[in-house]
Every structure is written in C-alpha cells, then in structure tokens.
C-alpha cells in the first residue's frame, strides 16, 4: 500500500474553469461529515450544488479515536463522495478552520459519477501520511446511523465559538465535547 503525501495547494488556488466561470466560485470534494447535508448548512448556513463523484487512487480510512475518516493517496484504490459546487472564498476559509490541521486542502482529480467528466477540484487530505492511528475502510451509512446526531452537535457548538473572540479549534471542539460524552453528567443522578 503505497502512501505518499499529496503536494498542498495554495490556499487561495481556484480552479481556472470555475474561476473563469465565477470568481471566487470553489469546487471541493467531501467524503466524510461533509457528505450529509445538515453537517453542510450548520457550517455553511446553506446547501450548495452537488454531484456524486469519485476520487481515484485514494482511500479512506477510519482513525481510531475519531469518528470522522482521514483519506490518503492509495494507488488502484478510490474513494466516493459528492463535488460540491460553487463554494466561495469565505465559506472555503471556514471549511479550512473547519478541517484543522489534521487535513491539507489539496488540488485532486475527481470523476463525475454520472458523466465520467473530470475535473479539478479540492479535497481535505489527511496531513499525516504516516500515521499509525489509520485503519480499514470508513462507512458513511454506519456513520450516519451512529454519530451523525453527536456530530452535528459538536458541529454546532464549532460554528458557534467561530463568532468568539477567541474561537477553539475544531480539534479542540471535538475533544472538548467527546469528553462530554463519555463523562456521566454530574448532579443528574435521580434516586429511586
């Protein structure tokens, strides 16, 4: 399994047929939390156009620990997702905040599922190649059926503490309110 860590691209990197069609207009290319239309409007308070595509030589990984996947390039592997189309300069740089440092914003060839059209767009990379913590293959369905609701919650509580003088990060979000979750509430306890 060769994996090799993708080239990253310039932050304000548009692709020239979306560019020259609208400017500041962003094709990005989600496989994970992104693919489900509430984790989409709770970030970017609206739902832009999207088409089923595929993301040759990649997997997606689940990470242990985490709830969300990670992809890597993984030759003769292929990872499939939705094109989301018409993302702007602002809802691009909340994306970023969003993904963190744990992903590189990276330029990908993807396939259109319905016309095999190819095209450029971005894509949220796993920053660390090498990471030990990556494992089998990560199931939207599953994902969907067992965390999408605690997701969207920690999603929330993220977009909320963006409008915050001193914004946590997503990482932050994230372990912040896992914890939560694991720890009993305190002062709860009914007594029978």
Do not use: C
Request: aromatic share 8%; proline share 8%; no cysteine.
């Amino acid at each position: 399994m060769a994996m090799t860590p993708p080239p990253p691209a310039p932050a304000a990197a548009a692709a020239p047929a979306a560019a020259a069609a609208k400017a500041g207009a962003h094709s990005v290319f989600v496989y994970g939390s992104l693919m489900a239309d509430e984790v989409v409007r709770t970030i970017l308070k609206r739902v832009p156009p999207a088409a089923p595509a595929i993301l040759p030589n990649y997997h997606r990984f689940n990470i242990k620990g985490r709830i969300y996947p990670a992809i890597l390039p993984v030759e003769s592997k292929k990872v499939a997702g939705l094109l989301v189309m018409g993302v702007t300069d602002e809802e691009l740089q909340v994306l970023d905040a969003f993904e963190d440092v744990e992903y590189t914003r990276t330029r990908v060839e993807i396939s259109l599922t319905d016309s095999s059209e190819k095209m450029l767009a971005d894509a949220y990379v796993w920053t660390d190649a090498e990471d030990p913590n990556l494992y089998g293959e990560w199931d939207f369905e599953e994902w969907k059926k067992l965390h999408m609701k605690d997701f969207l919650a920690m999603t929330n509580g993220f977009i909320q503490s963006l409008e915050q003088p001193e914004a946590k990060t997503r990482v932050e979000t994230y372990q912040s309110f896992m914890q939560q979750q694991e720890q009993p509430a305190s002062g709860t306890q009914v007594e029978s």
